[in-house]
């Protein structure tokens, strides 16, 4: 079988034959865990006949993901095969493609993921990353080194050696939610054994300049620590002016405190101070009457409203004096690992994760005045949370052998505690008539805004979620060609909304599931059958939502306290291929996810119900890796077709498609080594329209992205790297907010990057 990860010395058969000590094993592994160091014991002192081997613990995935495009294993133990007999679409972006790319952070990365589409805030939705897979939200389904972290917030990428998006209902997997995948981020470790230097400086247009430092080093025979550094003072290109300026800094030390045991502290702060742009206006029903323009559309399902395309799209809608962010991430892990032998491990996690934010953003929008005449409203939206998250991970893995059947397994147990806290921004002007302005296509951005009276008001009740869970996974092998992946989660959810007029509480109790049927026809390669659960309880994402997006909205209220969890299944068939010597990853999947007991608005009652029912089902087409020494490829294709079955009310948007979600979404990106000093590289980014409200009467268009680089090295220690992205300066949307306004993309821009190393 092939190995999980890469191991120390093992005993030439390295599986443990399978026996009834099975379930003394955790309490083995808090013996070996608070005991000390663990060596083998000398035979004539102790009286035994045999002596232990030695077990040493290696860093997972190594530089895997520093230099490949793909990558054979997942980070976590829950996947419990290598990727090509995983029967599910695990989708990998390595730190070797998010440089190349010259992304600098997680929203970066996901506008050039097929499959991905983006959401927004607007005043109770807060800021933040806001991804949608396969046609449903993922906000509250993101990770962190296998840990969720649910407030939501702004990522960077500096700390990420990959990002890993596993598809489909993912409830066994990562827990309540997961509906459409999850997404993880697998941060940079220390590395045993292994010292470098990586400096990293760049300059670009509209006044663009950066700065990384990556470093490990040893201390001492069996310790090592890295450091993490980054710092970033600009302009968002093509966007007026707009500032992006953040700092980063990350720092891990590893021990190894035995032959077989392992300690490792991570911790990580960033912090940006930007300007946040909610983009331009929509078009709507005011500035048809206004204007007499349909040419943005008239709001019907045939010819839904796009964005005005009559405005300065690189133009700044919102107030450089009003409009400001301010955003402060702190992660912090401890964990400990051992091995009782090569065929059976443990590790136990201890994480924190806090966030805050404050922020003033302007909401552009196309309205009348009194006079029945167009004009900008720049009213403001406004936010102040913080989230701390304390969780707690213990969890085993391992092989072993029943008869003829060969086990790779894991099981484990987690807890976590979220707890957000939001209070109030004032002392400001910002009302709905305060800066409109009859200049709605181009602007004043400089417009003098008193700030001098801004207060936040003190933190109020919090909101906290807990979640205890136990989850297993087998992989049973019985033959060089079948295996049967099974696994199974049960999760007790509560969360305590303490905050409002009046004080609610949801708690329920979930079990998911999740098999597949692998068939190998030649061992680099697979067939797959699989299906899996997951469970959306009330309350799941509460504190990251205000309730605007309908009856849907996953906030705890009123309507919605007390709703039995919303429940998906999902079927996918599929095949994976590793090709050109396991460097090159071929993947095909049709998939179908069916939610059938959506929240939705009672036709008769006007309550809030689980009546509603959705799918999402498409294709998904993706390669990865070396097509031979000098061509490297990432390419993806996805096709996701997201109908509302039953939308609830009046029955007006049954059919329709759900919002946010592209049909088509492709991303190509490849480079060249021309030669021992050149390497050029290039790729293009298609997105389908989006709709982007459940009546389909608002939309984002489709759009092309192509950018380019080109790499030269000046040493064996420097190189040079030029990225230009957006090359024919597209008008291109992240997301709207239910057609209000439309995010812009920066415009064409071009970076500059010199790296040093040794």
Same mark, same amino acid.
């Given at each position: 079988?092939?190995?999980?990860?890469?191991?120390?010395?093992?005993?030439?058969?390295?599986?443990?034959?399978?026996?009834?000590?099975?379930?003394?094993?955790?309490?083995?592994?808090?013996?070996?865990?608070?005991?000390?160091?663990?060596?083998?014991?000398?035979?004539?002192?102790?009286?035994?006949?045999?002596?232990?081997?030695?077990?040493?613990?290696?860093?997972?995935?190594?530089?895997?993901?520093?230099?490949?495009?793909?990558?054979?294993?997942?980070?976590?133990?829950?996947?419990?095969?290598?990727?090509?007999?995983?029967?599910?679409?695990?989708?990998?972006?390595?730190?070797?493609?998010?440089?190349?790319?010259?992304?600098?952070?997680?929203?970066?990365?996901?506008?050039?993921?097929?499959?991905?589409?983006?959401?927004?805030?607007?005043?109770?939705?807060?800021?933040?990353?806001?991804?949608?897979?396969?046609?449903?939200?993922?906000?509250?389904?993101?990770?962190?080194?296998?840990?969720?972290?649910?407030?939501?917030?702004?990522?960077?990428?500096?700390?990420?050696?990959?990002?890993?998006?596993?598809?489909?209902?993912?409830?066994?997997?990562?827990?309540?939610?997961?509906?459409?995948?999850?997404?993880?981020?697998?941060?940079?470790?220390?590395?045993?054994?292994?010292?470098?230097?990586?400096?990293?400086?760049?300059?670009?247009?509209?006044?663009?300049?950066?700065?990384?430092?990556?470093?490990?080093?040893?201390?001492?025979?069996?310790?090592?620590?890295?450091?993490?550094?980054?710092?970033?003072?600009?302009?968002?290109?093509?966007?007026?002016?707009?500032?992006?300026?953040?700092?980063?800094?990350?720092?891990?030390?590893?021990?190894?405190?035995?032959?077989?045991?392992?300690?490792?502290?991570?911790?990580?702060?960033?912090?940006?101070?930007?300007?946040?742009?909610?983009?331009?206006?929509?078009?709507?029903?005011?500035?048809?009457?206004?204007?007499?323009?349909?040419?943005?559309?008239?709001?019907?399902?045939?010819?839904?409203?796009?964005?005005?395309?009559?405005?300065?799209?690189?133009?700044?809608?919102?107030?450089?004096?009003?409009?400001?962010?301010?955003?402060?991430?702190?992660?912090?892990?401890?964990?400990?690992?051992?091995?009782?032998?090569?065929?059976?491990?443990?590790?136990?996690?201890?994480?924190?994760?806090?966030?805050?934010?404050?922020?003033?953003?302007?909401?552009?929008?196309?309205?009348?005045?009194?006079?029945?005449?167009?004009?900008?409203?720049?009213?403001?939206?406004?936010?102040?949370?913080?989230?701390?998250?304390?969780?707690?991970?213990?969890?085993?893995?391992?092989?072993?052998?029943?008869?003829?059947?060969?086990?790779?397994?894991?099981?484990?147990?987690?807890?976590?505690?979220?707890?957000?806290?939001?209070?109030?921004?004032?002392?400001?002007?910002?009302?709905?008539?305060?800066?409109?302005?009859?200049?709605?296509?181009?602007?004043?951005?400089?417009?003098?805004?008193?700030?001098?009276?801004?207060?936040?008001?003190?933190?109020?009740?919090?909101?906290?979620?807990?979640?205890?869970?136990?989850?297993?996974? =087998? *992989?049973?092998?019985? /033959?060089?060609?079948?295996? +049967?992946? $099974? #696994?199974?989660?049960?999760?007790?959810? !509560?969360?305590?909304?303490?905050?409002?007029?009046?004080?609610?509480?949801?708690?329920?109790?979930?079990?998911?599931?999740?098999?597949?049927?692998?068939?190998?026809?030649?061992?680099?390669?697979?067939?797959?059958?699989?299906?899996?659960?997951?469970?959306?309880?009330?309350?799941?994402?509460?504190?990251?939502?205000?309730?605007?997006?309908?009856?849907?909205?996953?906030?705890?209220?009123?309507?919605?306290?007390?709703?039995?969890?919303?429940?998906?299944?999902?079927?996918?068939?599929?095949?994976?291929?590793?090709?050109?010597?396991?460097?090159?990853?071929?993947?095909?999947?049709?998939?179908?996810?069916?939610?059938?007991?959506?929240?939705?608005?009672?036709?008769?009652?006007?309550?809030? =119900? *689980?009546?509603?029912? /959705?799918?999402?089902?498409? +294709?998904? $087409? #993706?390669?990865?890796?070396?097509?031979? !020494?000098?061509?490297?490829?990432?390419?993806?294709?996805?096709?996701?077709?997201?109908?509302?079955?039953?939308?609830?009310?009046?029955?007006?948007?049954?059919?329709?498609?759900?919002?946010?979600?592209?049909?088509?979404?492709?991303?190509?990106?490849?480079?060249?080594?021309?030669?021992?000093?050149?390497?050029?590289?290039?790729?293009?980014?298609?997105?389908?329209?989006?709709?982007?409200?459940?009546?389909?009467?608002?939309?984002?268009?489709?759009?092309?992205?192509?950018?380019?680089?080109?790499?030269?090295?000046?040493?064996?220690?420097?190189?040079?790297?030029?990225?230009?992205?957006?090359?024919?300066?597209?008008?291109?949307?992240?997301?709207?907010?239910?057609?209000?306004?439309?995010?812009?993309?920066?415009?064409? /821009?071009?970076?500059?990057? +010199?790296?040093?190393?040794?």
């Amino acid at each position: 079988m092939t190995p999980k990860k890469p191991q120390g010395p093992t005993r030439p058969d390295s599986r443990a034959a399978f026996s009834p000590t099975l379930g003394l094993l955790p309490a083995l592994a808090v013996t070996a865990a608070v005991a000390g160091p663990a060596y083998a014991q000398d035979p004539a002192a102790t009286g035994d006949s045999v002596v232990l081997d030695t077990v040493v613990i290696t860093g997972q995935q190594g530089g895997e993901a520093r230099s490949n495009y793909n990558v054979n294993q997942a980070s976590s133990d829950k996947m419990t095969a290598p990727l090509v007999d995983t029967p599910r679409t695990v989708q990998v972006i390595t730190q070797r493609q998010i440089e190349e790319r010259g992304a600098s952070s997680l929203y970066d990365v996901l506008r050039t993921t097929p499959g991905v589409t983006l959401g927004t805030g607007e005043g109770g939705n807060p800021m933040g990353d806001r991804p949608f897979i396969r046609g449903y939200e993922a906000s509250t389904d993101m990770m962190v080194d296998g840990i969720r972290s649910l407030g939501r917030t702004s990522h960077e990428a500096f700390n990420v050696e990959q990002i890993e998006l596993v598809k489909g209902p993912g409830g066994a997997y990562s827990g309540r939610g997961g509906t459409g995948g999850s997404l993880n981020m697998v941060t940079k470790q220390a590395r045993l054994g292994e010292e470098f230097y990586e400096t990293s400086a760049s300059i670009g247009t509209d006044n663009q300049y950066r700065a990384t430092l990556d470093t490990n080093f040893r201390l001492g025979e069996h310790a090592a620590g890295r450091l993490n550094l980054f710092w970033q003072d600009a302009e968002v290109p093509g966007r007026g002016g707009i500032e992006d300026d953040k700092v980063g800094i990350a720092a891990a030390v590893t021990g190894q405190i035995a032959e077989a045991t392992k300690l490792s502290f991570n911790a990580y702060r960033s912090k940006s101070e930007s300007t946040p742009d909610f983009g331009i206006p929509m078009a709507n029903q005011n500035y048809v009457d206004a204007t007499g323009d349909t040419g943005y559309g008239t709001g019907t399902t045939g010819d839904p409203f796009e964005p005005l395309g009559n405005v300065n799209h690189s133009q700044f809608f919102g107030l450089h004096d009003r409009d400001f962010r301010e955003n402060t991430n702190d992660n912090a892990t401890l964990k400990l690992e051992h091995e009782f032998s090569p065929s059976f491990r443990t590790h136990a996690q201890l994480s924190y994760f806090g966030s805050e934010q404050k922020y003033i953003v302007t909401r552009p929008t196309f309205e009348l005045d009194d006079d029945g005449n167009g004009v900008l409203q720049r009213a403001s939206r406004s936010g102040y949370r913080e989230t701390d998250t304390v969780a707690f991970h213990w969890g085993f893995s391992g092989e072993a052998v029943t008869g003829t059947v060969e086990h790779d397994y894991a099981f484990g147990l987690e807890y976590a505690r979220d707890k957000l806290r939001s209070g109030s921004v004032s002392g400001f002007p910002g009302g709905t008539s305060d800066f409109n302005t009859p200049d709605w296509q181009n602007p004043d951005p400089n417009i003098p805004v008193d700030m001098s009276g801004l207060e936040y008001g003190e933190l109020g009740l919090p909101t906290i979620t807990r979640s205890k869970s136990i989850y297993a996974f =087998d *992989t049973m092998k019985f /033959n060089e060609q079948w295996q +049967l992946s $099974l #696994g199974a989660r049960y999760e007790m959810f !509560d969360v305590d909304q303490q905050s409002g007029s009046t004080p609610l509480r949801q708690k329920d109790n979930i079990w998911s599931y999740q098999a597949g049927v692998v068939y190998k026809p030649a061992p680099n390669g697979s067939i797959y059958f699989s299906y899996g659960t997951s469970a959306s309880p009330s309350g799941m994402c509460a504190g990251q939502a205000g309730g605007s997006e309908g009856a849907g909205a996953c906030t705890l209220t009123g309507n919605s306290n007390n709703l039995d969890p919303e429940k998906t299944r999902a079927f996918e068939l599929g095949t994976k291929w590793d090709l050109m010597d396991e460097r090159l990853a071929v993947t095909a999947a049709l998939f179908r996810t069916e939610k059938t007991n959506a929240r939705a608005e009672d036709p008769v009652t006007g309550d809030v =119900d *689980t009546i509603g029912k /959705n799918r999402a089902q498409g +294709l998904e $087409l #993706g390669v990865n890796g070396q097509i031979d !020494d000098r061509w490297a490829i990432s390419a993806g294709y996805t096709y996701t077709d997201a109908e509302i079955i039953n939308g609830g009310g009046d029955g007006s948007t049954d059919g329709n498609q759900m919002h946010y979600i592209a049909k088509h979404s492709l991303a190509v990106w490849t480079t060249y080594d021309v030669d021992d000093r050149w390497t050029v590289g290039g790729g293009a980014t298609y997105t389908g329209k989006r709709f982007m409200n459940a009546a389909n009467t608002s939309q984002l268009p489709a759009q092309w992205r192509v950018d380019a680089m080109a790499a030269y090295k000046i040493s064996e220690n420097a190189d040079l790297q030029l990225n230009i992205n957006n090359i024919f300066d597209e008008k291109l949307y992240d997301a709207s907010h239910v057609g209000l306004f439309a995010n812009v993309q920066a415009g064409r /821009n071009a970076m500059l990057k +010199l790296n040093y190393r040794f």
